[in-house]
């Protein structure tokens, strides 16, 4: 099984197969399977925003619980940041 964290705890505004308006963040992306894969890994219709995102034990930590919790506060902190500078 696969751990999918990525797929689910950040938001994503570009378009996505089966998700034209992006997702929200702690959206399950339709694109994951039952296992936590992605369907679109290796082809030309993954987002470029997905493609970039590259597994790292920093962020990943060493389980799917560690992940998501680490990619849903880096979603809260650029939120913020985000909000901030837009101002």
Do not use: H, Y
């Not at 999918?4 to 378009?15: V, Y």
């Not at 997702?23 to 339709?30: D, L, N, Q, V």
């Not at 470029?48 to 992940?67: H, I, K, M, P, Y």
């Amino acid at each position: 099984m696969g751990c999918g964290a990525c797929c689910i705890a950040p938001s994503i505004s570009s378009p996505i197969p089966g998700m034209p308006n992006g997702k929200a963040a702690g959206e399950r992306c339709i694109n994951l399977d039952a296992r936590n894969l992605c369907t679109l890994f290796g082809r030309a219709e993954r987002p470029a925003v997905c493609s970039a995102f590259l597994a790292d034990a920093q962020v990943c930590g060493n389980d799917r619980t560690e992940a998501l919790r680490t990619l849903d506060w880096l979603e809260q902190a650029t939120r913020v940041a985000v909000s901030r500078f837009s101002q």
